[in-house]
């Protein structure tokens, strides 16, 4: 089990990216949500691979996408806004983001080895609902903290 940290001040224009966005990315997982697809769709009782070769969207009601953040492994560990369009980097060069405490490279030493203690070797992307940020913000912490082991993810208040 793991505890990822991030800082409420770093990410404060991420979730005023997403919370703002008229339209919302949907990570893998939520592709599978029956309760982001269109309709007609779920009356086809598509099976698993049927969703899989519809990952270009089509099935989802972009309504239903809910406004948050990615969690995303791959070049360290850090979250994004899952808003359209793309949230730019205060500099203007790639995508706004901010890494988990200890897991940024050219930054933390040991980045690669603790992002796979933590979420295992695979790059992934989850999301994090906007809920998580706003209770964080309201108990009055510095830190959005999202404990992490191989079955699931829970916010830690």
Same mark, same amino acid.
């Given at each position: 089990?793991? *505890? ?8 404060? #224009?991420?979730? &005023? ?11 893998? /997982? ?6 982001? @697809?269109?309709? %007609? ?14 990952? #270009? ?8 996408? =809910?406004? $948050?953040? @990615? ?13 359209? =369009?793309? !949230?730019?980097? =205060?500099?203007?060069?790639?995508? #706004? ?8 490279? $050219?930054?933390?030493?040991? @980045?690669? !080895? ?6 295992? $070797? ?6 994090? =609902?906007? &809920? @998580?940020? /706003?209770?964080?913000? %309201?108990?009055?912490?510095? *830190? ?6 191989? #079955? ?6």
């Amino acid at each position: 089990m793991a *505890t990822l940290s991030f800082k409420i001040s770093d990410i404060k #224009n991420m979730a &005023e990216h997403a919370r703002a966005a008229k339209e919302h990315r949907a990570c893998l /997982d939520q592709h599978f949500d029956e309760n982001l @697809w269109k309709e %007609e769709f779920k009356k086809r009782k598509v099976s698993d691979d049927e969703v899989f070769s519809e990952l #270009n969207g089509s099935h989802l009601d972009g309504d239903k996408i =809910p406004a $948050g953040f @990615w969690l995303v492994k791959d070049q360290g560990v850090y979250l994004m806004s899952n808003g359209l =369009p793309v !949230d730019k980097a =205060p500099d203007g060069k790639g995508m #706004n983001i901010s890494h988990a405490k200890g897991l940024k490279p $050219g930054v933390d030493v040991d @980045w690669y !080895d603790a992002a796979r203690r933590a979420l295992g $070797g695979d790059d992934m992307v989850c999301f994090i =609902p906007l &809920e @998580w940020y /706003d209770l964080s913000v %309201e108990k009055g912490k510095r *830190t959005l903290s999202i404990r992490v082991n191989k #079955n699931s993810m829970s916010l830690v208040l």
